[in-house]
Structure formats: structure tokens, C-alpha cells
């Protein structure tokens, strides 16, 4: 009986650190794959075509981006100044775009070929922001 007992809490003890949430690791912006680094951290101050808030594309300087933050495979990018404010999820090993939690996404207003969820962090991003 007493073996019993220790092998049921050692099992709830095992679920409960495996359930644990590890937070992210910051990570250099030359860690990220090439596609992300190229687009956000290589050229600083680089004109990009966007859409606004009205879906009208207009050019207008990349915000400064804090340092990249990565999940497992995934990779959070976060850059915010000026008109635009860009938070997405990228896996870091194709490139390809997890989900865009930008503020247009949250708000409703989605964009031509932009991939807006509700769900925002990703469930592929199983960690805590810093």
C-alpha cells in the first residue's frame, strides 16, 4: 500500500513540473531565420510598403525591434514605434509566419495577405514572455 502511494504522488509530482511554462530565451536578431533577420534587424531605418488601419498602402520606416525571443521552434518578434506595431510568431526554422498578433489583428481589421487569429500568443508558443 505505502509503495502504491509513493508511485501515485511521484506521478502527480511528474504532471505537475511537466506542465510547468519555461519562459522564453532572448536570443541575438542573428539567431532568427535568415527571411526575419534580413526583413527586421539587418536594415535599420529600411522603408516598407504597408497597409494602414483603412487596408491603404502607404511606406513608412520599420519600428525598432526589441531582441528576438524564441520558443522551442518559434520565434516572437516584437518592434513597435511609429505607425507601425508588429508582434508575430515565426517558426524559426522554415521562416514561415506561425501567427500575426499585430495590433490591426487584434482589433479586427485584417489586412491583404496578412494571417490574423483571435488566439494570441500562438499555441505553438508554449512559453512566458520575459
Same mark, same amino acid.
Given at each position: ?7 501515485? $504522488?511521484?506521478?502527480? %509530482? %511528474?504532471? &505537475?513540473? /511537466?506542465? &510547468?511554462? +519555461? ?5 541575438? @536578431? ?16 529600411? +522603408?516598407? +510598403? =504597408?497597409?494602414?488601419?483603412? !487596408? =491603404? $498602402?502607404?511606406? &513608412?520606416?520599420? #519600428?525598432?525591434?526589441? /531582441?528576438? %525571443? %524564441? ?6 518578434? /516584437?518592434?513597435?514605434? !511609429? ?13 514561415? $509566419?506561425?501567427?500575426?498578433? /499585430?495590433? #490591426? ?13 483571435? +488566439?494570441? @500568443? #500562438? ?8
Amino acid at each position: 500500500m505505502f509503495n502504491i502511494s509513493i508511485l501515485i $504522488l511521484a506521478f502527480v %509530482l %511528474l504532471q &505537475t513540473c /511537466s506542465n &510547468t511554462i +519555461k519562459l522564453a530565451e532572448k536570443i541575438e @536578431p542573428e539567431k532568427v531565420h535568415l527571411k526575419q533577420f534580413n526583413y527586421y534587424y539587418a536594415e535599420k531605418n529600411k +522603408k516598407v +510598403k =504597408v497597409y494602414d488601419y483603412h !487596408g =491603404v $498602402l502607404e511606406e &513608412t520606416t520599420l #519600428p525598432q525591434c526589441d /531582441s528576438p %525571443l %524564441l520558443c522551442g521552434n518559434v520565434v516572437y518578434i /516584437s518592434c513597435v514605434g !511609429g505607425q507601425l506595431s508588429i508582434h508575430e510568431y515565426y517558426n524559426n526554422i522554415n521562416g514561415m $509566419l506561425v501567427q500575426d498578433c /499585430s495590433e #490591426p489583428c487584434i482589433n479586427g481589421v485584417i489586412l491583404p495577405n496578412q494571417k490574423c487569429e483571435r +488566439k494570441c @500568443p #500562438p499555441r505553438e508558443w508554449q512559453c512566458e514572455k520575459l
